[in-house]
């Protein structure tokens, strides 16, 4: 009995370090030790992991076919922080996501499924959406239309209207409208649980989101922050961080 005490005190040691270690350790240690596949895996678990993104939800911000590159620390580690969603649970929390913030997180009823949105309500919040503006506990964010814009249409041929939205507490970023009266652009005011945050795409009217099937995302699903995009324009690329 006490040899198996000692070894799980030995099992419990080790995780706490293999989670408390700071990320940047760990990856050395895999680089050292473990060779190419496990220097990867730790760097993709703990540092950053790039991501391709599917669809234009995040347009202009993010485009379809566009690359990305994700903090895994901003958040803390989670359980859908580690590869194979093997990380501890309940997670380990730095800090908590902000507004405005571009995050990665699991869709809450299929947490198979990766998805990219905006965080634009906190815990305890109010959302709403009236005549396409957005309001944030009763007070209208601002916006400013932008132009010209170096696409004026969508997907399906519709043209868009840009605009830069500035949210409580300064931070900016720009977003497109088809028109202010689609499906998404009048809805109930959404009050934001503890631990949830209501996510809304850059693309206003082709964004499936918190005002629909999404709902609010637990704060366990936030997994990693967008921190820089590389697009693709023809045979030409860029490089640019994320508003």
């Known amino acids: 009995m006490g040899r198996l005490k000692s070894f799980a005190r030995k099992i419990a040691f080790c995780a ?46 993010l485009k379809a076919g566009d690359y990305v590159v994700t903090s895994k620390s901003a958040y803390g580690y989670k359980k859908f922080s580690i590869a194979y969603d093997i990380g501890p649970s309940p997670g380990v929390y730095l800090a908590p996501p902000q507004r405005g913030d571009v995050a990665i997180f699991r869709f809450p009823t299929d947490p198979s499924l990766d998805y990219v949105k905006r965080v634009i309500g906190l815990p305890r919040d109010r959302i709403q959406m009236k005549g396409g503006r957005l309001y944030i506990n009763s007070v209208q964010v601002a916006r400013e239309e932008v132009g010209p814009l170096p696409w004026d249409t969508d997907t399906w041929g ?12 300064g931070r900016t970023h720009l977003i497109v409208e088809r028109s202010d009266s689609t499906g998404g652009d009048d809805t109930e005011e959404f009050l934001v649980p503890e631990g949830h945050y209501f996510v809304l795409g850059d693309n206003r009217d082709n964004s499936a989101d918190s005002r629909y099937d999404v709902g609010f995302v637990p704060e366990e699903n936030i997994y990693a922050k967008v921190v820089l995009t590389f697009s693709r324009d023809g045979n030409a690329g860029k490089v640019s961080w994320v508003e």
């Open 16 to 61: 706490a370090v293999i989670i408390l270690t700071p990320p940047i350790v760990l990856t050395g240690l895999a680089v050292l030790t473990s060779g190419p596949y496990l220097a990867a895996l730790a760097i993709r678990s703990f540092v950053f992991q790039p991501f391709t993104i599917p669809t234009n939800s995040m347009f202009p911000t």
């Open 158 to 169: 519709d043209p868009l209207t840009g605009y830069r939205e500035t949210l409580p507490g």
